[in-house]
């Protein structure tokens, strides 16, 4: 049975799915396009098969075409899509982030407990990724005992001058905010965000490195280097610090250079260097499970709690205190089960 | 379009491509199977939707269902149904050997050269490893300068007791063979092979470690240690030693883990583990060749110099000396266009 | 000339002391001791050729015969020890700390400004490590832009139960704090201690891990995990990430072992196998600059500001708020020349 | 007690041992120099307090003054002093070669078994280096099961033009002859020596690289790829691959640096930054053996059958073919007691 997918926002990630999707991937295919930009959404349209476009989303949501919906489009526009989609009741996947604020987030929380089933997945690609889930299932086989630390830090070489300093933590320290919560398995309490010394060629605007801290139930204590403007590579390390020993995301260059006095081992330029394999995982497993109609990957609750600790590390960010994190009761809908 | 695959053989291997290109990739679908033990065929198509089972392998190739046939059947079968392939005029991927002799892959060669056009690929799945195309890409673009020595080795845990010596070179060196030819785009001239003290786990009948040495037509000199029943793991190594520098796979762990008072990453477990993803890659492109009517993997030329190489290094095993490789001439059909 | 040493305290790591200069090192001679335990004493002497017992560590300080005073003495005993040096004018080596407060370090610091020349040395060997200089080297140079942040990790298998918290801040990560000074070439303006989750097998009086963050004069904020019951080995990690990369002490495992699925190298088990080496080069840079009347290590001004850190940081753990850091003004004594 | 040492031959390894005995290691004194051109040997006297120069090697040897002999001439004047110091009984270290041909070894050691006792040693510097030592402990203790393979490696930077093709054996590979047997506590019974592609960077006159192969008396393999152009460090590699899994010289960078998309460590630059460290052990090891009555260090037999593998190695590269080879019976003096 193919899972007949439409798209919601056919820039960059958009194009990059719908690619993914029909060259890559298996089970899945794309029969429904809509963009902000109509125009866009044609052109695109253009080089898949069998394709409709829609004017709305909301029409391609509605469209009995449609088995499933993909939301790649701009941030502000996912609470309305995903609460479209839950109304039609399609199961949808979102890119991060879920929507814009906790509220929003909350809204949909809500929607999907009303609806009485989970049809939202989050896309935190992180989860996919091979290294990171090597690194959890080291910490749940309890090779380093109870985790105490985590050091992470997410290393941009370089942001356009429109990348403002919430961004650092609403669209770059969201990942480790997300991989934190499912790596330790428990939620975040409280955070703080700290102000080292300045990038000087970062943005004039810009507080570039930030440190962002996050304290788990439990109290792991986190510390997260966000740094966008380091130039020397895409570099995502992490290190979990337990009772007994440490755990760590690998250097994996595929090959060593011994050359001008010096061994060397690559470092990836970007995001889609680093993790294009976990998009193809995520995609994958998100149509394998439609096709059996179970949902498995991060939900509407993750998109939520990720979303309520973000917005109150911005304003930590701003205070230079600590801030707590609170979250409402977590509706049963989202235990595991 | 969707390429319409048959399969002949369904052994492990068969049903992993089967699997594969069902479940995993994109582009294709297996429609008919055929198998020695037409009992296991029909097993295999129980979970296949919509495919047919052929009594013969040669009617599966006729079938005019079948745009492409994938060959995993035992090597000593590989020859009648790649010649088949090549009378039908089908696209036809054969896994590794392309047949048990040079003789008969020569006949192959003939047979295609004869046909006019290329349809043989070879299942010679290390030129789709991301590592190994990473140390090919620094190779050629000169950043060790021109290439002077290659060391690499093949290690395997540990082989059944049918496992006998011959197939050191003819199973597990060929792999190196194809990819030497590949790496440094010269023929195989010379090979030796050594006899290194026995290990004392190997099966009584096993000459195990070997060192396979080839040269090749620019003098590169190549040593390669096979070694079958090491335990510790499936661990394949090579470094290309040039003027300037070195360049070797890297350490390719996942996770780094700090215990016990080291510091250690893991090796895989064996070759599913190691090269998974490059079969899911070879069989993408041969797929996604097919619909754009190209041919790019190893072809029937890799196939039978391999052949050709790996039986002097069993007759060089026998004597002690070394023996050099005599080419036919190579069919115009196979130069790079 | 061989520099005649007197040595104050023979407890371990006086006798340490005392083997790397009668064995291990040239140019010096042990020709006095002194230990608060004369039996103690008494029996070390047995072991050195022609070495005279004190009954008191001032009668060494004032011998003839002692040309320059080593103190390894307990820490509640340096100030005296030091102070009656410099009353002698005899160049002192004390081990780390200077003296157990910061008022106690000030008062050193009066009487060798009184005295008007620099007769101190503190024994902070991780500035004689071959990793931390290189280390130094690379950021001096500029390899990684200005330095942003520095992460640290001091880890130990091990303490025993007298081992109480401030000890992982005046012992422990002493280290880091004079390291940190040196490395980066500036003074630490405050401080801050967080609490992660607590150890469950470090002894119950003890908070492990403890995060002690640093500010230095140009706002590079600094990380350092002290864990002190992690069981798997001394490991002592450092990176400073900077406006264009990162420098990082390596992994220097003299040895790769792969078995058993894992390629793996060792980490040390003490602080006498990661800086024994260290020991040594700093004794023997000690005695060369004896001989040569120069004193070139880390000096009484460094002892009174690490200890002026370590206080606040001690204080700063118990308010669990940000401390900042008040310095005496430096003396022109020890500006570099 | 003192060890009084006389240096014969003060070039720039005679210099540096001297620099190491005054200035770096404890016990010993140099009290007497010879050297072929006096004017050099004075002028190396005037930093040296208290010695004396001898107008011939063999008055410095026969002097009453001088404990223990070291000699640091070309390699041609080994046999002369090192018999002069068995004939005078006093303690002789040699740096490599023992002497230039295997007659010559011969010949010093029927000297020695001729005195009755042992008082050569020979300069063989890896086998107190730090990794070396780890390695052989690893081998010793089976973490690898028993050995089978060993692959090397030699690279130079560069050399110049006056290196010959078999100083490539004699000069280079020694060090790796004399470790093999070291290593693996056993002869070396055959040897071969193969040519790959011409490094164009090398003399015209030059064979580089070479791979020198040998056996041994259980049949272990060795293979080492010895390249003295190869630019980019002077790097030393070996692998033990024995049954169960393989221990190699680890990667010992001291920093890791991660700029310009890539994570990099440094490859030493010459023997003297990567060997520097063993000379200071071996010579301390060799004066404190001397102050306790014993030797422990390479002896005078593992000069004679390094000099006697390298003598048919070169012997080998001139045929082509497989060359054994043959020790004289081992004196009773040199087994382990």
């Not at 396009?33 to 959404?41: E, M, Q």
């Not at 394998?288 to 990957?297: H, I, M, N, P, T």
């Not at 939900?299 to 205070?319: F, I």
């Amino acid at each position: 049975m193919t899972v007949r997918i439409g798209v919601i926002g056919v820039g960059m990630i958009g194009q990059e799915h719908i690619r993914r999707v029909t060259h890559a991937l298996s089970g899945g295919r794309i029969v429904a396009l809509s963009d902000v930009d109509r125009g866009r959404a044609e052109k695109v349209a253009t080089s898949v098969p069998d394709v409709r476009v829609h004017a709305a989303g909301e029409d391609l949501i509605r469209s009995k075409d449609v088995d499933a919906v993909l939301i790649t489009s701009s941030g502000q526009t996912h609470e309305q899509y995903v609460l479209a989609s839950i109304a039609a009741g399609k199961p949808v996947f979102c890119e991060k982030p879920l929507a814009t604020t906790e509220d929003a987030c909350s809204h949909i929380v809500d929607a999907e407990v009303a609806a009485g089933r989970r049809l939202v997945q989050v896309g935190f690609m992180r989860r996919y990724d091979g290294a990171y889930r090597a690194l959890k299932e080291a910490v749940a086989a309890g090779r380093v005992g109870a985790p105490l630390l985590v050091h992470c830090a997410h290393r941009n070489p370089k942001v356009p001058d429109g990348y403002v300093t919430e961004m650092a933590i609403h669209d770059t320290a969201i990942h480790e905010i997300d991989v934190i919560r499912w790596l330790l398995d428990e939620e975040i309490i409280a955070t703080r965000v700290l102000r080292p010394r300045r990038n000087s060629r970062a943005s004039a605007h810009l507080l570039d490195p930030l440190v962002v801290m996050l304290e788990t139930e439990s109290a792991v204590l986190v510390d997260i280097e966000v740094s966008v403007n380091i130039g020397y590579g895409y570099d995502v390390r992490c290190e979990v610090s337990g009772e007994t020993g440490t755990v760590a995301l690998g250097e994996t260059s595929s090959v060593t250079l011994r050359v001008g006095g010096a061994s060397s081992g690559r470092i990836p330029t970007g995001w889609q260097e680093r993790f294009g394999r976990a998009y193809d995982i995520e995609i994958q497993e998100w149509i394998d499970g439609l096709a059996q109609g179970r949902l498995s990957g991060p939900n509407a609750w993750d998109g939520y709690a990720a979303a309520a600790v973000s917005d109150r590390a911005v304003r930590a960010l701003k205070t230079g205190e600590r801030a707590t994190v609170s979250l409402r009761e977590k509706p049963e809908l989202y235990e595991v089960r």
